[in-house]
Antibody, heavy 121, light 107 residues
Framework: EVHLVESGGDLVQPGGSLRLSCAASGFTFSNYWMSWVRQAPGKGLEWVANIKQDGSEKYYVDSVKGRFTISRDNAKNSLDVQMNSLRAEDTAMYYC??????????????WGQGTLVTVSS | DIQMTQSPSTLSASVGDRVTITCRASHSISTWVAWYQQKPGKAPKVLIYKASSLESGVPSRFSGSGSGTEFTLTISSLQPDDFATYYCQHYDSYPWTFGQGTKVEIK
């Protein structure tokens, strides 16, 4: 069974840093693009970042460019996001998601349970 | 950036009703759209991808249609388990964006 388990969420002060991790199991992790998607409390979904199977391509939403870095370790079946210069508007539940499909047939077909990041003084 | 605008924001319906949710893209995006269902406190679940392809395991009462800038998600006969929030999402070009969501409530 496919499993994605996020960790690392916490309360952090504005300007601070946090690293989130996602442990994957039940599938060949290195075969899939992976993503982070977030959801502010009571709000809608926001795509944050994608990373290619070998880590050679990374894409980010404009609001996190230069502050967040997505990475992966295929040997450890792990997906990370390093979040720096955190702002109040980064407060959200952060979901790790597997990206299924090839060009034109994409969808987030598996999601973790989420980890909560709160940015507040 | 391509904006995805869903309507309505909230929909009140009864079990057995046919329900249609619309999503409009700010630019033409061919059929590069997916639909998700989310229940309170849970992660989203994919229903439809490439505008009209039903994800494996999803009941056939869910269907999607559209191309270009207008897309619809239809539930042919609303079931108790379907009361949730629904999101469209495009993957035409980066940044990928979601619609603001449509909450389907019990009438």
């Amino acid at each position: 069974e496919v499993h994605l388990v996020e960790s690392g969420g916490d309360l952090v002060q504005p300007g601070g840093s946090l690293r989130l991790s996602c442990a994957a199991s039940g599938f060949t992790f290195s075969n899939y693009w992976m993503s982070w998607v977030r959801q502010a409390p009571g709000k809608g979904l926001e795509w944050v970042a994608n990373i290619k199977q070998d880590g050679s391509e990374k894409y980010y939403v404009d609001s996190v460019k230069g502050r967040f870095t997505i990475s992966r370790d295929n040997a450890k079946n792990s997906l990370d996001v390093q979040m720096n210069s955190l702002r109040a508007e980064d407060t959200a539940m952060y979901y790790c998601a597997r990206l299924q499909g090839t060009s034109g047939w994409y969808r987030f077909d598996c999601w973790g349970q989420g980890t909560l990041v709160t940015v507040s003084s | 950036d391509i904006q995805m605008t869903q309507s309505p924001s909230t929909l009140s319906a009864s079990v057995g009703d046919r329900v249609t949710i619309t999503c409009r893209a700010s630019h033409s995006i061919s059929t590069w759209v997916a639909w998700y269902q989310q229940k309170p406190g849970k992660a989203p679940k994919v229903l439809i991808y490439k505008a009209s392809s039903l994800e494996s395991g999803v009941p056939s009462r869910f269907s999607g249609s559209g191309s270009g800038t207008e897309f619809t998600l239809t539930i042919s006969s609303l079931q108790p388990d379907d009361f949730a929030t629904y999101y469209c999402q495009h993957y035409d070009s980066y940044p990928w964006t979601f619609g603001q969501g449509t909450k389907v409530e019990i009438k």
